[in-house]
Structure formats: structure tokens, C-alpha cells
């Protein structure tokens, strides 16, 4: 498979690549990003965020040697992109605002006039430029990023490239120069290992508490290697002053080793450095490409947002990939055996997405929030476990236990890392569910520690339901499904059950009736369209899963159910234009019936009554009404992605997408009232999360966020649209959503919402199986596609065991392995059914006539 050459949207110069943060590391595992200018930043690998932070100047560096002279050394880095009075830092001292670049960025040292990123993940690849230095210098940064290969994607690890041309019509001997910072410890130990890999360890000299322990490694597979371990013990400036003298004079580095402890702190809290050096000769003409990674290890990780969480004592939970790896010698003995190996299906992975026919728009909306997975907004426990946030503060995660009416909106881990999104269902049923059967909404760790404090919420409950019929008939799992059942139909009888202080719907109507919880953090009263919508949707894979289970008579009271709802949303929640929250919002009496109901609900220190209702205006607050809600057919959204029939009237679901479309989406914000947070503004387009058009009565106090703009939201509605046939309307969204993050205004590489890296925006992948209309069955091993506008192409797909690509080419379809398995009894394109009855392997494919 050859690699597409990069669009030009993908090669970011100049003010383009000045936010740019290309995430490295493993899922789960923590990690790292490399910024637009080649600087190594965010390093959140103690299990929790570090943004804005650096390890002290770790970096790479090369020079250039001939005839016993030194003709040039530089850092890796291009230009500062930072404030020149001083940018966002984690220290508290020396740097920040006031104090001018941040010295750890190294624009103090000599370093290249400008670069050219090309980012297309999971790779970044820069080139560097610079008259002054002689020859070309690449750099191509990447960690294993390999769908249903979670293992091996866990790697705690960042991997990098680094190529030189001599340009010249002399040989030149270069030495290429890693130095990485012993993160957190001042008094280190660190060890060269000699060998087919040499490699620099190191940990802390101290005795620590478990959740600070762990260790650091830097290594290479060249063969001729100088080892500083470490850098020069000073105060000030001296460890870079000193480093930099000597790795930038004529010959080899000098080795320093310290065998006795630091007695004394560094007075800017910079962590000990060191460093090795690959010395390769160059001929004229000639390209050689040398090989370092660095590794990770902080196995154990401390539940710093709840210290007092267990028996009086910090919490702590234990990481999956020590139970893969002993230490981070471990982690970059097996990177550096494996290199081609782990390169192969990650570099492959790239090409086939960026390969497709998709719009440029979808790729980089998918491309540039997938990168999520390999952040600090995601933890994998001991047993492999998947555990999240919602997103990451600067030194905190945003919200935390893989909430579930944020995850809701995310479909890139089902379809890539489908064993972890099952982890996820089978962590909900075992730790989340009360004994009533409601599933509460954010899991705690350790897990099994306790119920989060707050009642379950109506999305994330339903969602959940969802999910895990899509999850069975991803995987084909039968028996996974009948496990879970149980816990499922539980679940299920929460809604209409006497124990649900919210009292959703006792009589069974199939509709919404009581208090509910959802993800604007407040709650809803009455019948709405949002939440019934999933309501629905959770019926009809109830019923669907419950014949599976052989639970044949609940199934046909799910169905008898679900029906019911249908007809109360397709006639009373519909106006005419679009589906609506029917409440009476001056009906006082709704509100009070909940007012000494059980648990705690809201995010508000208000009673509760002085929370939803408002004497002044003599109504409910933070309501819909006949608002037009973006979310406001959720439900069937996820139906349409994950194979439900349909229960929303066709008409009616183009007609409210149509709506929102209309009066939610903004080509331009400029004027825009947003009294709330501010994640798109001015001359930006964006979908608003709720508006209310001519001739409705907007609530005096709306539901909260109304006037925000949240991609997650966006790329679920677009995706939508382009499913029912709103193909420009979809575009027009992610569009407008991309531009914003164009590396000039926000980094690609970060969807913010409640913080950097947010789960939500996941929700993306959604464009890709839209776009090609993917359909899948593996219990019965059936995929299909139908893709937008027919024709000829090349469309991506990743379902159960493996993933590659479907191609169009006149009036044959090819369906071909790239990675994994699939076994595939029946493959459809474009209404044309064909008999296949075989199990794919990577590289081969299937074909079928179509209309044949």
C-alpha cells in the first residue's frame, strides 16, 4: 500500500502550526505531545494532566562535524511560539507571565529559522529548515496507534524517527543528540545499559510512596552511541549552560556520572537531565535515519481528586501496562524489537484513513479527535479496564468516571477498540448499578469503592442500554449479551420502577414524564423529545436483546412500550416543524412533587425549589419548552447508527433536522449573545446547542449552555444529517467545526469543551460510517454500505476483529482486510446482497457484482 501524499490542509507552516499539540503516548497510559515547532511538551505521565508543562528542556538536537570542525549545532526545535512576555506554565518561578520566553522551549539556543508539520495521525512528521545548517533534518514522531490491537496501543511509549541528508559534496559525520529529563526527581539514579539497544534508565534515589514511584528510559538501536548520564549539578543556568558547551564543541560528548547523591534541590525545580548521542557519517548525496524512543513507567496512580475517599485513606489504582511491563527498560527492549512490527499496521492505519474518498472535513474531524485516546483524559486499570475523564483542566482531569451521558456521544472507541468500549459496559453493570437497578453516571476508583453521590441520569441510563445492544452486535457476542442480561433488564425496569425517586414513567407509557437528569447538568420536567428519544431507542434494544437472551415475553412488553412512545413523540412532541419538550413551564406543582425526593440532583447549591422554579417569573428554570434543541432526536440518532429500526417518522426526522440545521447552526458568530463559556466566537460558524426561532417563548432561564457550542454536539447532528440525506447541512457543520481548528486559531489535535481533549467530540467517528452508511451485524457476520452519493471510491471501515477498506470501481465493490479478521457470511453494497461464508484474514478481500 503506498502512503497518499499529505493534503496541503495536513501541512501546517508558519502562525498555522502555533497551537499545535500532537499527542504521543499510549491509551491509557499518559504521554506526551510534540508541538508544531518540534518541542516536547504536556507531559502528563504521572497519571494526571500536565498541559502547559514541560520536563524540564528535554529535546533533541544535532550537530554537524567535518575535518575535526564543528560546522553547525541546533536544537530540533523552529521558532518560539509562545508569548514573548511569557507563556502558560506549570512553574511557579522564572516562568510565566513577566518573565519572558519560557526558557524551557530552549529559544535561548541555537535552533532551525522555521519548520514544516505534517500531522496525520497517528504521525507527525517535521521538516526542518535552515540555510545556516548543512544538510536536511527530519523528524517523524509516532506511538503504536493499532484499532483492535488495544495491547500493543497501550504502549507507554513515544517513538521517533530522525533522518539527514547531506546536501553538501563532502561527507559529514552528525551527531544526534536525545537528552530527556528525569520528570518530577532532582536526586536521580540513572544507568546506561549497553547492548544491541543502548538505553539510559532513570528512576528516583529516594524511597517513595508507591503512587511517586516509577522510572524514565531513553534508547536507541544505533550503533555508535555516546552517554552523558547526566547533566552538569549546578544552580541558575548551569545544567543547559554547561550541556550545551559540550555537546556543541568538536568530538564525541563527554560522559559525566555521579555516583553519590544531590544534596541539594535545584533552586527552579528542574529535574536532572541526560543524554545520549548517535554518531553516524553521512556521504555526499546520502540519507541515514537513526532510532530513539522514550518510555514511561508510574504504575501506580493516586486518586488525588478524592483524598479521602477509601477508609480515611488516598485511594490509588494500578495501571494496565505494568502488568505488561516491568519498568520502561522493559517497554523500549520490546519498542525497539518490535519497531517495524508496531510501525507497520500504525503507519497503515494512516494511510488507509487518509487514503478514502471521504471529505477532507471528516477525515480531519476524526483524525484530530481520535488523538483523545492517547492522552490523560483516558486511564486503562490493572486489568485492562478502560476508565476516563471527560477531559483535562491543566493539572487536573475534568470531571471524572467515564461519565457515561458524555460517552454516550463518542463512537470512535466502539468501532477501533471495540474489548475496551465492552469494558466499559461491564464495569457499568458490576460497579455503577444500585441495587434499584439505576445506573449511576460517573464510576469511582477504585472501582467498587462506591456509587457516585448523584441519581442516575435519563441519557446516560438509556445510552447505556444502547450501547450495549450496539456493542453485541458489533463483536457478535452472543454470550457476552446473555451475561449481562440480567443487569440489562434491570436497567430497563428502573424507568417505571416504585424505587426511581425521579419517577420516569411509572404508568409505562413509553414516554418521560418525571424529574430527569441529563448532560447539561440539570434537570428536565415532563415530556421532551431528547430524553425520550433514548427512552425509545433503549426499548427497542431492550426487546431486540431480550428475544436474544430467550426473555420472550419482556421483549414483547418492550416492544409494546417503545411502540407507544413513538406515537406520543412522532404526534404530541412534534410541531409542525420540529420535537419539542411538552411542559407546562408555569405548571408549579411539577416541580414540588419532586421536592423531598430521594438524592441529590443539580450542581447547585440552591434549595431545590429555588433552583427550578422562579417566582419572579413565575415558571420553571432551566427548560426547553418548544425550544429547538440540537440534541433534541438523540435517540434516534443512535438507533440509526447502530441498526434499530426506525420509530421517528422519516418526514418528520428530515424536517427537525432541517430545523436545527436552520435556526441552530450559525455560518458566523459575530453577533451572537453567549453569556456562558465562549468555545467559538465572532467571525466562526458553529451550532448552538438550543435556540428558540420566531413565534416560540424562550424560557426566562433556559437550560444551561444554550448559547455554547460544544463539536461533540456538532459532529453528532452532521453526521446525522448526512444519514438521512442533509449532505450539505452536514458539511457546512463540520466544516465550520474544522476551521476552528485550524492550528492557527486552536490546536487540531484538541476539541475542548469542559476542558482539553473532551470525550465528547468523539462522537466524530459517527461522519465516517455515515458517510459510507456502514451497517453490521456480526451475530449473523453481515456488513454493508450505501455510500452518499454513490459512484466510485474508497470508503474505511472497522468493525468486531479488524478494519481496511470497501472500493467502488464501476459495478464491482471490494471489501478488503487490511488488519485483524472478519468473518464475514454476507456482504451487501449498495442494495446488492452476496453470499460470502468465509473468515478474512489481513490481505485478502471479497468482491460483489453490483446489480448482479
Same mark, same amino acid.
Given at each position: 500500500?503506498?502512503?497518499?501524499?499529505?493534503?496541503?490542509?495536513?501541512?501546517?507552516?508558519?502562525?498555522?502550526?502555533?497551537?499545535?499539540?500532537?499527542?504521543?503516548?499510549?491509551?491509557?497510559?499518559?504521554?506526551?505531545?510534540?508541538?508544531?515547532?518540534?518541542?516536547?511538551?504536556?507531559?502528563?505521565?504521572?497519571?494526571?494532566?500536565?498541559?502547559?508543562?514541560?520536563?524540564?528542556?528535554?529535546?533533541?538536537?544535532?550537530?554537524?562535524?567535518?575535518?575535526?570542525?564543528?560546522?553547525?549545532?541546533?536544537?530540533?526545535?523552529?521558532? +518560539?511560539?509562545?508569548?514573548?512576555?511569557?507563556?502558560?506554565?506549570?512553574?511557579?518561578?522564572?516562568?510565566?507571565?513577566?518573565?519572558?520566553?519560557?526558557?524551557?522551549?530552549?529559544?535561548?539556543?541555537?535552533?532551525?529559522?522555521?519548520?514544516?508539520?505534517?500531522?496525520?495521525?497517528?504521525?507527525?512528521?517535521?521538516?526542518?529548515?535552515?540555510?545556516?545548517?548543512?544538510?536536511?533534518?527530519?523528524? @517523524?514522531?509516532?506511538?503504536?496507534?493499532?484499532?483492535?490491537?488495544?495491547?500493543?496501543?497501550?504502549?507507554?511509549?513515544?517513538?521517533?524517527?530522525?533522518?539527514?541528508?547531506?546536501?553538501?559534496?563532502?561527507?559529514?559525520? +552528525?551527531?544526534?543528540?536525545?537528552?530527556?529529563?528525569?520528570?518530577?526527581?532532582?536526586?536521580?539514579?540513572?544507568?546506561?545499559?549497553?547492548?544491541?539497544?543502548?538505553?539510559?534508565?532513570?528512576?528516583?534515589?529516594?524511597?517513595?510512596?508507591?503512587?511517586?514511584?516509577?522510572?524514565?528510559?531513553?534508547?536507541?538501536?544505533?550503533?555508535? @552511541?555516546? !552517554?552523558?548520564?547526566?547533566?552538569?549539578?549546578?544552580?541558575?543556568?548551569?545544567?543547559?549552560?554547561?550541556?550545551?558547551?559540550?555537546?556543541?564543541?568538536?568530538?564525541?560528548?563527554?560522559?559525566?556520572? +555521579?555516583?553519590?547523591?544531590?544534596?541539594?534541590?535545584?533552586?527552579?525545580?528542574?529535574?536532572?537531565?541526560?543524554?545520549?548521542?548517535?554518531?553516524?557519517?553521512?556521504?555526499?548525496?546520502?540519507?541515514?535515519?537513526?532510532?530513539?524512543?522514550?518510555?514511561?513507567?508510574?504504575?501506580?496512580?493516586?486518586?488525588?481528586?478524592?483524598?479521602?475517599?477509601?477508609?480515611?485513606?488516598?485511594?490509588?489504582?494500578?495501571?494496565?501496562?505494568?502488568?505488561?511491563?516491568?519498568?520502561?527498560?522493559?517497554?523500549?527492549?520490546?519498542?525497539?524489537?518490535?519497531?517495524?512490527?508496531?510501525?507497520?499496521?500504525?503507519?497503515?492505519?494512516?494511510?488507509?484513513?487518509?487514503?478514502?474518498?471521504?471529505?477532507?472535513?471528516?477525515?480531519?474531524?476524526?483524525?484530530?479527535?481520535?488523538?483523545?485516546?492517547?492522552?490523560?483524559?483516558?486511564?486503562?486499570?490493572?486489568?485492562?479496564?478502560?476508565?476516563?475523564?471527560?477531559?483535562?483542566?491543566?493539572?487536573?482531569?475534568?470531571?471524572?468516571?467515564?461519565?457515561?451521558?458524555?460517552?454516550?456521544?463518542?463512537?470512535?472507541?466502539?468501532?477501533?477498540?471495540?474489548?475496551?468500549?465492552?469494558?466499559?459496559?461491564?464495569?457499568?453493570?458490576?460497579?455503577?448499578?444500585?441495587?434499584?437497578?439505576?445506573?449511576?453516571?460517573?464510576?469511582?476508583?477504585?472501582?467498587?469503592?462506591?456509587?457516585?453521590?448523584?441519581?442516575?441520569?435519563?441519557?446516560?441510563?438509556?445510552?447505556?442500554?444502547?450501547?450495549?445492544?450496539?456493542?453485541?452486535?458489533?463483536?457478535?457476542?452472543?454470550?457476552?449479551?446473555?451475561?449481562?442480561?440480567?443487569?440489562?433488564?434491570?436497567?430497563?425496569?428502573?424507568?417505571?420502577?416504585?424505587?426511581?425517586?425521579?419517577?420516569?414513567?411509572?404508568?409505562?407509557?413509553?414516554?418521560?414524564?418525571?424529574?430527569? !437528569?441529563?448532560?447539561?447538568?440539570?434537570?428536565?420536567?415532563?415530556?421532551?423529545?431528547?430524553?425520550?428519544?433514548?427512552? @425509545?431507542?433503549?426499548?427497542?434494544?431492550?426487546?431486540?436483546?431480550?428475544?436474544?437472551?430467550?426473555?420472550?415475553?419482556?421483549?414483547?412488553?418492550?416492544?409494546?412500550?417503545?411502540?407507544?412512545?413513538?406515537?406520543?413523540?412522532?404526534?404530541?412532541?412534534?410541531?409542525?416543524?420540529?420535537?419539542?419538550?411538552?411542559?407546562?413551564?408555569?405548571?408549579?406543582?411539577?416541580?414540588?412533587?419532586? !421536592?423531598?425526593?430521594?438524592?441529590?440532583?443539580?450542581?447547585?447549591?440552591?434549595?431545590?425549589?429555588?433552583?427550578?422554579?422562579?417566582?419572579?417569573?413565575?415558571?420553571?428554570?432551566?427548560?426547553?419548552?418548544?425550544?429547538?434543541?440540537?440534541?433534541?432526536?438523540?435517540?434516534?440518532?443512535?438507533?440509526?447508527?447502530?441498526?434499530?429500526?426506525?420509530?421517528?417518522?422519516?418526514?418528520?426526522?428530515?424536517?427537525?433536522?432541517?430545523?436545527?440545521?436552520?435556526?441552530?447552526?450559525?455560518?458566523?458568530?459575530?453577533?451572537?449573545?453567549?453569556?456562558?463559556?465562549?468555545?467559538?466566537?465572532?467571525?466562526?460558524?458553529?451550532?448552538?446547542?438550543?435556540?428558540?426561532?420566531?413565534?416560540?417563548?424562550?424560557?426566562?432561564?433556559?437550560?444551561?449552555?444554550?448559547?455554547?457550542?460544544?463539536?461533540?454536539?456538532?459532529?453528532?447532528?452532521?453526521?446525522?444529517?448526512?444519514?438521512?440525506?442533509?449532505?450539505?447541512?452536514?458539511?457546512?457543520?463540520?466544516?465550520?467545526?474544522?476551521?476552528? !481548528?485550524?492550528?492557527?486559531?486552536?490546536?487540531?489535535?484538541?476539541?475542548?469543551?469542559?476542558?482539553?481533549? +473532551?470525550?465528547?467530540?468523539?462522537?466524530?467517528?459517527?461522519?465516517?460510517?455515515?458517510?459510507?452508511?456502514?451497517?453490521?451485524?456480526?451475530?449473523?457476520?453481515?456488513?454493508?454500505?450505501?455510500?452518499?452519493?454513490?459512484?466510485?471510491?474508497?470508503?474505511?471501515?472497522?468493525?468486531?476483529?479488524?478494519?481496511?477498506?470497501?472500493?467502488?470501481?464501476?459495478?464491482?465493490?471490494?471489501?478488503?482486510?487490511?488488519?485483524?479478521?472478519?468473518?464475514?457470511?454476507?456482504?451487501?453494497?449498495?442494495?446488492?446482497?452476496?453470499?460470502?461464508?468465509?473468515?478474512?484474514?489481513?490481505?485478502?478481500?471479497?468482491?460483489?457484482?453490483?446489480?448482479?
Amino acid at each position: 500500500m503506498t502512503s497518499p501524499a499529505p493534503d496541503p490542509r495536513f501541512v501546517y507552516e508558519g502562525d498555522r502550526a502555533r497551537h499545535i499539540a500532537f499527542p504521543l503516548g499510549g491509551i491509557g497510559a499518559g504521554g506526551l505531545a510534540i508541538s508544531g515547532s518540534g518541542r516536547l511538551v504536556d507531559w502528563s505521565i504521572r497519571n494526571r494532566p500536565g498541559l502547559q508543562s514541560f520536563n524540564g528542556y528535554s529535546h533533541f538536537a544535532i550537530k554537524a562535524e567535518q575535518d575535526g570542525k564543528v560546522l553547525d549545532a541546533r536544537v530540533l526545535n523552529g521558532p +518560539y511560539e509562545g508569548v514573548p512576555t511569557g507563556s502558560p506554565t506549570t512553574r511557579r518561578f522564572f516562568d510565566g507571565f513577566g518573565w519572558g520566553a519560557n526558557r524551557n522551549t530552549l529559544t535561548g539556543v541555537p535552533h532551525f529559522k522555521a519548520v514544516t508539520f505534517t500531522g496525520r495521525f497517528p504521525v507527525a512528521e517535521l521538516d526542518f529548515h535552515d540555510e545556516r545548517f548543512p544538510g536536511q533534518v527530519r523528524l @517523524v514522531a509516532w506511538s503504536p496507534f493499532i484499532p483492535t490491537n488495544d495491547r500493543d496501543s497501550s504502549l507507554p511509549a513515544a517513538m521517533f524517527e530522525i533522518e539527514v541528508t547531506n546536501t553538501g559534496s563532502a561527507a559529514i559525520d +552528525y551527531t544526534i543528540g536525545g537528552t530527556l529529563g528525569n520528570h518530577g526527581c532532582q536526586n536521580g539514579v540513572h544507568t546506561f545499559h549497553d547492548g544491541a539497544v543502548k538505553a539510559l534508565h532513570l528512576t528516583a534515589r529516594e524511597e517513595l510512596p508507591d503512587w511517586q514511584r516509577g522510572d524514565l528510559t531513553i534508547a536507541t538501536d544505533a550503533d555508535d @552511541v555516546d !552517554h552523558m548520564d547526566y547533566h552538569f549539578r549546578g544552580q541558575w543556568f548551569d545544567d543547559l549552560n554547561l550541556f550545551w558547551r559540550e555537546f556543541a564543541q568538536a568530538g564525541r560528548l563527554p560522559q559525566r556520572r +555521579y555516583e553519590t547523591p544531590r544534596l541539594n534541590k535545584n533552586m527552579f525545580d528542574q529535574p536532572e537531565h541526560g543524554t545520549l548521542a548517535v554518531r553516524i557519517r553521512v556521504a555526499p548525496g546520502e540519507t541515514r535515519r537513526v532510532r530513539f524512543a522514550m518510555a514511561w513507567h508510574f504504575p501506580v496512580g493516586q486518586v488525588y481528586w478524592r483524598p479521602n475517599a477509601v477508609n480515611g485513606e488516598t485511594g490509588t489504582w494500578r495501571n494496565y501496562y505494568a502488568s505488561q511491563w516491568t519498568d520502561s527498560s522493559a517497554v523500549l527492549a520490546e519498542a525497539l524489537a518490535r519497531w517495524d512490527e508496531l510501525r507497520a499496521p500504525t503507519f497503515a492505519f494512516r494511510d488507509t484513513l487518509f487514503g478514502t474518498t471521504l471529505p477532507l472535513d471528516i477525515v480531519d474531524a476524526v483524525q484530530g479527535t481520535m488523538s483523545i485516546l492517547r492522552t490523560a483524559t483516558v486511564i486503562r486499570l490493572e486489568n485492562g479496564e478502560f476508565w476516563a475523564w471527560e477531559g483535562q483542566f491543566t493539572g487536573d482531569g475534568s470531571c471524572e468516571g467515564s461519565c457515561t451521558h458524555v460517552w454516550n456521544y463518542q463512537q470512535t472507541l466502539p468501532y477501533l477498540f471495540p474489548a475496551l468500549e465492552r469494558s466499559l459496559r461491564d464495569t457499568d453493570y458490576a460497579y455503577n448499578q444500585l441495587p434499584n437497578g439505576g445506573l449511576t453516571f460517573r464510576q469511582i476508583v477504585p472501582l467498587g469503592s462506591g456509587f457516585f453521590p448523584l441519581n442516575p441520569c435519563a441519557d446516560g441510563q438509556f445510552g447505556s442500554i444502547i450501547k450495549t445492544y450496539r456493542d453485541w452486535k458489533i463483536s457478535g457476542d452472543t454470550d457476552w449479551l446473555k451475561g449481562l442480561w440480567p443487569k440489562v433488564r434491570t436497567a430497563l425496569e428502573y424507568a417505571w420502577s416504585a424505587d426511581n425517586p425521579d419517577q420516569w414513567d411509572p404508568d409505562r407509557t413509553g414516554i418521560l414524564w418525571g424529574r430527569q !437528569h441529563h448532560t447539561l447538568d440539570m434537570e428536565l420536567f415532563g415530556p421532551n423529545s431528547w430524553l425520550s428519544t433514548m427512552y @425509545v431507542a433503549a426499548l427497542k434494544a431492550g426487546a431486540e436483546m431480550a428475544r436474544a437472551a430467550g426473555d420472550a415475553v419482556f421483549a414483547v412488553e418492550l416492544d409494546t412500550m417503545g411502540d407507544a412512545g413513538a406515537a406520543a413523540l412522532n404526534g404530541e412532541l412534534f410541531n409542525g416543524a420540529y420535537f419539542i419538550q411538552s411542559t407546562d413551564l408555569g405548571d408549579k406543582a411539577l416541580v414540588e412533587r419532586f !421536592h423531598n425526593a430521594e438524592g441529590k440532583v443539580g450542581v447547585l447549591a440552591d434549595s431545590f425549589m429555588e433552583t427550578y422554579w422562579s417566582d419572579e417569573y413565575g415558571e420553571m428554570k432551566y427548560q426547553f419548552g418548544d425550544g429547538c434543541a440540537s440534541d433534541q432526536i438523540l435517540g434516534q440518532w443512535h438507533a440509526d447508527l447502530c441498526g434499530l429500526p426506525a420509530f421517528l417518522d422519516g418526514d418528520k426526522v428530515t424536517a427537525a433536522l432541517g430545523a436545527i440545521h436552520r435556526h441552530n447552526y450559525r455560518p458566523t458568530l459575530e453577533d451572537h449573545f453567549n453569556p456562558c463559556r465562549v468555545y467559538a466566537y465572532e467571525d466562526e460558524g458553529g451550532v448552538l446547542i438550543a435556540t428558540w426561532p420566531e413565534g416560540t417563548s424562550k424560557p426566562a432561564v433556559p437550560a444551561p449552555y444554550s448559547e455554547e457550542v460544544w463539536t461533540g454536539i456538532e459532529y453528532a447532528v452532521a453526521s446525522h444529517m448526512i444519514l438521512r440525506g442533509l449532505v450539505d447541512e452536514g458539511l457546512a457543520i463540520v466544516g465550520s467545526a474544522r476551521a476552528r !481548528h485550524d492550528g492557527r486559531r486552536r490546536n487540531p489535535w484538541n476539541d475542548i469543551e469542559c476542558g482539553s481533549y +473532551y470525550a465528547r467530540s468523539m462522537s466524530s467517528f459517527a461522519l465516517v460510517n455515515a458517510w459510507s452508511r456502514l451497517s453490521y451485524d456480526m451475530t449473523r457476520g453481515a456488513i454493508g454500505f450505501d455510500p452518499v452519493g454513490g459512484g466510485d471510491g474508497t470508503w474505511l471501515w472497522s468493525v468486531g476483529d479488524g478494519w481496511g477498506v470497501v472500493t467502488r470501481k464501476g459495478n464491482e465493490a471490494t471489501l478488503e482486510v487490511r488488519y485483524g479478521t472478519l468473518a464475514l457470511d454476507t456482504l451487501s453494497f449498495a442494495g446488492t446482497r452476496a453470499k460470502v461464508g468465509c473468515t478474512l484474514a489481513a490481505g485478502d478481500s471479497a468482491s460483489i457484482r453490483i446489480g448482479g
